[in-house]
């Protein structure tokens, strides 16, 4: 065997060898032994009672969408959430890409370890959430909730249904109707957009012809936005006074070529609603690619079925071995004292 060929035989088994200890040190790093929930995260009465008292009805708070596989940019807003004075974070959906436990686990370790910035976040269920085992609901709560903060209610309602149908309509209108009398304001958070949009070079996705359930409501009460993501942009349009905001840069590839990673900060105050948006100043490391895929999907593929971890680790050591023997300096013979008849070319 060459040397050339050995040192790639070893490079080989060594880098299998390393994903797989890094796969492992990232899932269990990120994996948490007390339940899925996390205090201040997600659609749950406790997250409601982590907002700050008071009676004021001035208030910030920042919206984030789709920040799916980037923990970095995600990591980045919400520092930026923190220091702008955002009193709490609504995410329009597509927490993570791909709804596996690993994605869940390694969202909710990037929110723990925010430490001071991790702000009471509540989140609408996004398409890519969805999963028939019902992990948002296990680590996000309820895709139906509301709460109330300061005067303002907040619905946030599933409108992922097939051809953009709002399986949460009901939802809105009931939860609207039993605080009537009682709110200033009404903010509604879904996933998709309500109007019509198209990504780069894609169609025009009908959202509102879809939507008919939603402007219903919108025509029928006072609500002053509605807040959504699903387009990896932004995108802002009102209907009547209704705000319709799409913000869905929190990290995910990016629809538009002129899109950027943002969140979007709303003040409620007496003299109304205003709303601003906020470029994101961090992008996503090497290593938060790297960290993002060897958790979420390496580890995964490779220790999902023992059968393959056992496989794949034998042939990384087999390779390492096979490369360090052929690689390894041959001991050589001691040269032979001055004198000495020399064996080769010894004869009759
Ligand atoms: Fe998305």
């Avoid at 390496?298 to 087999?318: K, M, N, T």
Wanted: aromatic letters at 10%; glycine letters at 10%; proline letters at 5%.
């Amino acid at each position: 065997m060459t040397r050339k060929r050995s040192i790639g035989f070893f490079a080989i088994g060594l880098g299998l060898l390393l994903a797989l200890s890094v796969s492992l040190v990232a899932v269990h790093g990120s994996s948490h032994r007390g339940g899925a929930r996390r205090e201040g995260l997600g659609n749950f009465e406790e997250t409601v009672g982590a907002l700050p008292r008071g009676d004021g009805k001035s208030f910030r708070f920042a919206v984030l969408g789709d920040p799916e596989e980037a923990p970095a940019v995600f990591r980045g807003l919400m520092h930026q959430a923190f220091d702008l004075g955002a009193a709490f974070v609504l995410i329009t959906g597509d927490v993570v890409d791909r709804p596996t436990r690993e994605a869940y686990e390694f969202f909710s370790y990037q929110y723990r370890a925010l430490g001071p910035a991790a702000l009471p976040t509540f989140a609408a269920i996004g398409n890519h959430d969805i999963c028939p085992e019902r992990l948002f609901q296990e680590y996000l709560g309820p895709e139906e909730f509301h709460f109330l903060h300061r005067g303002s209610l907040f619905i946030f309602a599933d409108n992922n249904g097939p051809e953009g149908c709002t399986p949460g309509a009901r939802y809105i209108r009931e939860t609207i109707a039993r605080y009537r009398g009682q709110t200033e304001h009404v903010f509604i958070v879904l996933h998709k957009p309500i109007f019509d949009f198209s990504r780069a070079g894609g169609e025009l996705q009908n959202s509102r012809e879809n939507s008919l359930e939603l402007y219903q409501i919108l025509d029928a009460e006072k609500v002053d936005a509605v807040l959504a993501a699903h387009f990896h942009g932004y995108l802002r349009e009102m209907y009547k006074d209704t705000l319709l905001l799409v913000t869905g840069g929190a990290g995910s590839k990016l629809h538009a070529p002129d899109a950027f990673f943002h969140m979007v900060l709303v003040d409620v105050g007496p003299d109304g609603i205003h709303d601003r948006i906020v470029r994101a100043e961090a992008g996503n490391s090497i290593w938060d690619r790297v960290s993002y895929r060897l958790a979420v999907k390496v580890h995964p593929f490779l220790f999902g079925a023992p059968h393959r971890a056992l496989a794949v680790l034998l042939a990384a050591a087999a390779l390492v071995v096979i490369g360090l023997g052929a690689v390894a300096p041959r001991r050589s013979r001691p040269a032979a004292p001055a004198g000495a008849p020399s064996v080769a070319g010894a004869g009759w």
